[in-house]
């Protein structure tokens, strides 16, 4: 009956959430660096000009 001590059982239920957190959290720096590529991408024609 050790599953359902209260700690082990929170913590186990919380590793679902913190996965789905982490991938939103890659797919955000994902985002971050595919637009910042296009931004400075970009610039550098301006500057080209």
């Known amino acids: 009956m050790a599953f359902y001590d209260p ?3 929170r913590q186990q ?3 679902p959430c913190d996965v789905v957190f982490a991938l939103g959290a890659v797919l ?3 985002d971050f ?3 910042l590529r296009a931004l400075l ?3 550098a024609d301006e500057v080209r000009q």
Request: hydrophobic share 55%; proline share 0%.
């Open 7 to 9: 700690t082990t059982y």
């Open 13 to 15: 239920m919380r590793l």
């Open 28 to 30: 955000m720096a994902l």
């Open 33 to 35: 660096v595919l637009k």
């Open 41 to 43: 991408r970009r610039l």
